[in-house]
């Protein structure tokens, strides 16, 4: 066992893995994580499945039984991702069961290209959360003006919810709002709401990725001494922010009926920029009830050189305003910079969709043949 990791742990960030693939999963790697790395949860997301399935051999025989059976390319994305991830979720069962539900979740995304239709976005995550049929499954839903509403029906409907492509503190607070809302109206149904749970995944490094090109623009000595430092101060923001609205009394009530905290879940954090320490998104937001969701790389050298000295967010709040305070200062438009990171990743994983979906269909053509 990794003991940087186990530290991380132990200090209350529980560890996920950012990657699935089929190939990962029949080799035991995924559960060697899980026993070594002190890994409990994996998020996906269509990019990672698109460099999956498009990357080997291991999805052959599948594939060729989806094109005899003549099923559209749609069908086949659901049936190929559902399985990998239903096989995840039974890998991590231990963990979901030791945890009282906690952890031992595993990610499943609704079509991105639905991020903008809410009644659309419910119907899918019905029909992923039929499909997969694990307890310890999170249905992701993007965090748009119409995955909002999306997610208190989901939540209302007993659909535990991974609420992704979080920029902005002011959203992150309507996101929070809409799981609350989602619990109020599942207990007003009669649902046993201990066993809902929900992270929010809140990015980070895609910050910093914009903001640093607006200060690069800007060229002073007071941009330069500012670069880096926006992604971990708009994290830390929200973790404050989550503090404040689950001290409530609205939340007390609910926790009261069983309910468990939505925790901030921390994506999107290995380092774009190669100056900067491999580990940063992961040393500088420690604190309890969180998580870190790490692509292989990031975790492996969290194992080798991470350094845990305790909590990184709770003392550097005050830090944290006065580096919005100075970015504003400069002319650095915060609610210009989240939109614009929102619009971008909502494009992206579109994008990543359309490759996997041309990825499958040309497979599946080839298997026909």
């Given amino acids: 066992m990794s003991k940087p990791l186990s530290d991380l742990s132990a200090a209350g960030v529980a560890v996920w893995l950012d990657d699935i693939s089929r190939e990962r999963i029949r080799t035991g790697n995924l559960a060697e994580l899980a026993r070594t790395r002190s890994v409990v949860g994996v998020t996906s997301n269509p990019t990672i499945f698109q460099k999956a399935i498009g990357g080997g051999e291991t999805y052959d025989a599948q594939l060729r039984d989806l094109a005899v059976r003549g099923v559209d390319v749609g069908e086949a994305v659901r049936a190929i991702t ?31 290209r639905l991020a903008h239709e809410t009644e659309r ?33 989901a939540l209302a409907e007993g659909i535990s919810v991974n609420v992704t492509l979080i920029f902005a503190l002011e959203r992150y607070e309507a996101v929070m709002d ?11 149904a ?36 500012l670069r880096s430092k926006a992604a971990i101060a708009n994290a830390r923001l929200a973790y404050e922010l989550h503090q404040k609205v689950f001290g409530t009394a609205r939340w007390e009530r609910l926790a009261a009926a069983g309910a468990k905290p939505q925790r901030p879940l921390w994506a999107s954090t290995s380092t774009k920029d190669p100056s900067l ?14 998580v870190n969701t790490m692509p292989e790389a990031t975790l492996e050298a969290f194992a080798d050189h991470g350094v845990v000295p305790g909590d990184t967010i709770t003392p550097h709040y005050e830090e944290a305003h006065s580096v919005m305070s100075q970015l504003a200062d400069l002319g650095v438009d ?27 269909r040309d497979q599946l053509g080839s298997a026909a043949s």
């Fill in 82 to 112: 559902a399985h990998d991830i239903r096989a995840a979720c039974d890998i991590l069962r231990p963990a979901y069961d030791a945890s009282g539900g906690v952890d031992g979740r595993v990610s499943l995304e609704v079509d991105p």
């Fill in 121 to 153: 976005t419910v119907a899918e995550a019905r029909a992923l959360w039929w499909l997969v049929d694990r307890p310890n499954l999170f249905i992701k839903i993007p965090a748009t003006l119409a995955g909002l509403p999306a997610i208190t029906a």
């Fill in 178 to 188: 809409a799981f609350m809302t989602g619990l109020e109206q599942a207990l007003a």
């Fill in 190 to 225: 009669g649902r046993d709401i201990s066993d809902l749970a929900s992270v929010a995944s809140f990015f980070v490094s895609r910050v910093d990725s914009e903001v640093d090109r607006r200060l690069g623009k800007i060229g002073t000595p007071q941009a330069d001494a």
């Fill in 277 to 290: 320490p491999d580990t940063l998104y992961v040393a500088e937001l420690i604190a309890p009830g969180t």
């Fill in 334 to 360: 915060m609610a210009d910079v989240v939109d614009v990171l929102e619009v971008d990743g909502v494009r992206k994983f579109e994008d990543s969709w359309n490759q996997l979906l041309d990825t499958i």
